[in-house]
């Protein structure tokens, strides 16, 4: 059983890594402006039409990049919320953070700022909510994985109704741009380095302590009885989950499903070990977003949808047949 779990996590790892620059190539490829396979990659190396390569490096490229480090951060951070939270049912969004990015960027906008203030203060959003969080859930015993999640839960809620209430009093000239964002919106073509770094870093660091989440995942006696630091463990994820929600949220927008379902794809495919489920999910939640980012922008064309529209609803019809086969097995 060993050896099988092992070749389908190698399988499965193979085939992500040539289906995810397929993705990409795709990205770039597919438009109001169809392109060739050979003349994007000729224009990525500079040997083709210049309003080409323009179409690619400055529209394209940097959308689909964006899209692939997105769906891979929130992909991670579904996977260290399932760890820290120990339910499968956990997200990157259920303990507040994306609530407080959206009400921190929509207040932006309502002042009427734009550019790197809004991501900024989604930034900031997203900090206040989760020392809000941290804070409020602090108990006797320190913090527990119950408490953190109903926290954070009355913390989304209460978020929730503040973005209602901001929609409610916005002005009609920018409630479109403000009910894309929430949605998201990936139409911004400057590609996010921040977002790179903190999934390159944050990623690598989950790849290095695999082991560690396993034993995590198993439950608090477990992980004490084998030298693990439950408090330390817990203040890193939160933090680790934070970061990456946030560096996913001031890119993209409000987008749901990915860090909900794509841990969930991965744990069918090649089982629940942390040193398989990190980088595959990483992979399948950045192919995933840049599919359905260039199924919104095809499927309406020239009119272009809000990819996290697409992927709710893509996600919840899969997400119940996934619940439905769990529990026929069971």
Not at 54 to 77: E, K, S
Request: aromatic share 4%; charged share 10%; glycine share 12%.
């Amino acid at each position: 059983m060993f050896h099988i779990g092992l070749m389908k996590a190698r399988w499965l790892l193979s085939l992500l890594i040539l289906v995810a620059p397929a993705s990409l190539l795709l990205a770039i490829t597919v438009g109001s402006t169809h392109i060739g396979v050979g003349e994007a990659l000729g224009a990525l190396v500079g040997r083709h039409d210049p309003l080409v390569r323009q179409i690619i490096l400055d529209l394209r490229l940097p959308r689909a990049l964006n899209a692939f480090c997105t769906g891979g951060l929130l992909a991670l951070a579904g996977v260290l919320m399932q760890v820290l939270l120990r339910n499968p049912l956990a997200d990157p969004f259920v303990l507040g953070i994306s609530g407080g990015a959206a009400v921190a960027a929509l207040g932006a906008m309502l002042l009427g700022l734009g550019g790197w203030m809004i991501d900024a203060s989604a930034a900031g959003g997203a900090l206040a909510a989760t020392l809000l969080v941290f804070g409020l859930a602090h108990g006797r015993g320190g913090w527990t994985p119950q408490r953190l999640l109903l926290t954070g839960v009355v913390v989304a809620a209460g978020a929730g109704a503040a973005v209602s209430l901001m929609l409610a009093l916005g002005e009609d000239t920018r409630l479109r741009g403000m009910l894309f964002w929430l949605m998201g919106d990936l139409s911004v073509a400057s590609f996010s380095r921040a977002a790179l770094a903190a999934l390159l870093i944050i990623g690598t660091l989950a790849v290095a302590g695999a082991r560690d989440l396993n034993v995590l995942a198993r439950g608090d006696l477990a992980a004490q009885s084998l030298g693990v630091a439950l408090q330390p463990a817990r203040i890193a994820l939160f933090c680790a989950t934070s970061a990456l929600t946030a560096a996913a949220v001031t890119t993209a927008g409000g987008i749901g499903f990915i860090g909900l379902l794509t841990p969930h794809l991965v744990r069918l495919m090649a089982g629940s070990d942390h040193r398989t489920l990190v980088p595959a999910s990483i992979l399948l939640g950045g192919i995933l977003l840049t599919l359905a980012d260039v199924l919104a922008r095809v499927a309406a064309a020239p009119r272009q949808l809000p990819v996290g529209a697409l992927t709710a609803i893509i996600g919840v019809p899969l997400f119940l047949f996934l619940l439905q086969r769990d529990r026929r097995v069971s």
